[in-house]
């Protein structure tokens, strides 16, 4: 049973700062290309960053600067560094991973920046 658990949300306020985590279990973890993906109310869910099984990282352009995604493949963990964080960051940020057909999602966990 593959999971993807989001940990790490929470109330920030603006210029702070969090570290999202995502931790995989029933997956060959360093096979796949791990993702953060963010929805807002009425939006839809939109990339934020992915790094690869070699930890090439790409990024959604407006998240470069700001966003830094990191895996540790010994742990299964992947996670999100967001700096200067900006009530337009408020979302619920979502786990992800992919390889060939295989497509997984975690539940998300709720960040809110405001003060």
Known sequence: QVQLVE???GLVQPGGS???SCAASGIIFS????GWYRQTSGKERELV???SP????????SMKGRFTISRDNAKNT???QI???KPEDTAVYYCNARYSNSNYWGKGTLVTVSS
């Open 7 to 9: 940990s790490g949300g």
């Open 18 to 20: 969090v570290r999202l």
């Open 31 to 34: 096979a796949y290309t791990m």
């Open 49 to 51: 960053a992915t790094i």
């Open 54 to 61: 070699s930890t090439n990282a790409n990024y959604r352009d």
């Open 78 to 80: 992947v996670d999100l």
């Open 83 to 85: 700096n200067g964080l």
